[in-house]
Nanobody, 126 residues
Framework: QLQLVESGGGLAQPGGSLRLSCKVS????????IGWFRQAPGKEREGVSCTVSGGSITNYADSVKGRFTISRDNAKNTVYLQINSLKPEDTADYFC???????????????????WGQGTQVTVSS
C-alpha cells in the first residue's frame, strides 16, 4: 500500500533553513498530487504547499509564500519542502500526504488528502 515517510525536521534558528523530505513507496510517485501540511501545538492542521504529479504546478499558503519551495524528484519517489527564512511561528509537526484522487492537474483540494506520513517536527527557536 501507499506509504509516505517524512524526514529532515529538527531545530533551527529564526532566519535559518531546513529541507524536509517525503519518501513515497508502494506506488509510483508520478501518479499523485502531494501536499505538505503542518500542525502547530493547539492548532488545526493546515495545508502549506502542494504539487501535481509532474511538478509543474505548485501552490503555497499565504503564510509561507516566498519562503517555502516544494519540489519533487519522481525518479527518487521523493517530494521536498525547502523552508527558508524560518520564523518561530513555523514551529509545528510537518506531514506529507497523497491526494485521494490521483492524476489530477491540480492539488488544492486540501480535504481530499487521505494517505499520510508520520510527520517530522520542526522547531524554530533562538
Amino acid at each position: 500500500q501507499l506509504q509516505l515517510v517524512e524526514s529532515g525536521g529538527g531545530l533551527a534558528q529564526p532566519g535559518g533553513s531546513l529541507r524536509l523530505s517525503c519518501k513515497v513507496s508502494g506506488s509510483t510517485l508520478d501518479l499523485y498530487q502531494i501536499g505538505w501540511f503542518r500542525q502547530a501545538p493547539g492548532k488545526e492542521r493546515e495545508g502549506v504547499s502542494c504539487t501535481v504529479s509532474g511538478g509543474s504546478i505548485t501552490n503555497y499558503a499565504d503564510s509561507v509564500k516566498g519562503r517555502f519551495t516544494i519540489s519533487r524528484d519522481n525518479a527518487k519517489n521523493t517530494v521536498y519542502l525547502q523552508i527558508n527564512s524560518l520564523k518561530p511561528e513555523d514551529t509545528a509537526d510537518y506531514f506529507c500526504a497523497a491526494h485521494s484522487i490521483p492524476r489530477l492537474p491540480f492539488c488544492t483540494l486540501w480535504d481530499y488528502y487521505d494517505t499520510w506520513g508520520q510527520g517530522t517536527q520542526v522547531t524554530v527557536s533562538s
